[in-house]
């Protein structure tokens, strides 16, 4: 199995970035499909970015399409998203996944570990 560790969130003004970093440690980072998702408070987890275990495929929720970017460093068994004009309805706990079977998920179900979360706070 694989551990994730997310970090990277904290407090920003609306139209500021921040860069979230997922460790993972344990079994072969390339095995698996990647994902971040978030929550926020009274919401269920929703979909944010996916890429496959290469790196060449991502896929984007409408939401956050131009300005997220999900990437990953498979020498550094790291996966990343960088968001840029943050707004603040992208206020969540964001959390990292993997999954062992499937390559570009939208669905939280799909994936078997997750990380433990970071926060994310924009403000107005």
């Known amino acids: 199995q694989v551990q994730l560790v997310e970090s990277g969130g904290g407090l920003v003004q609306a139209g500021g970035s921040l860069r979230l970093s997922c460790a993972a440690s344990?079994?072969?980072?390339?095995?698996?499909?990647m994902g971040w998702f978030r929550q926020a408070p009274g919401k269920e987890r929703e979909f944010v970015a996916t890429i496959s275990r290469t790196g060449f495929s991502t896929f984007y929720a409408d939401s956050v399409k131009g300005r997220f970017t999900i990437s990953r460093d498979a020498a550094k068994n790291t996966l990343y998203l960088q968001m840029n004009s943050l707004k603040p309805e992208d206020t969540a706990v964001y959390y990292c996944g993997a999954s062992e079977y499937y390559n570009g998920r939208v669905y939280s179900s799909d994936y078997d570990y997750w990380g433990q979360g970071t926060q994310v706070t924009v403000s107005s």
């Open positions: 344990g079994r072969t980072f390339s095995r698996y499909g």
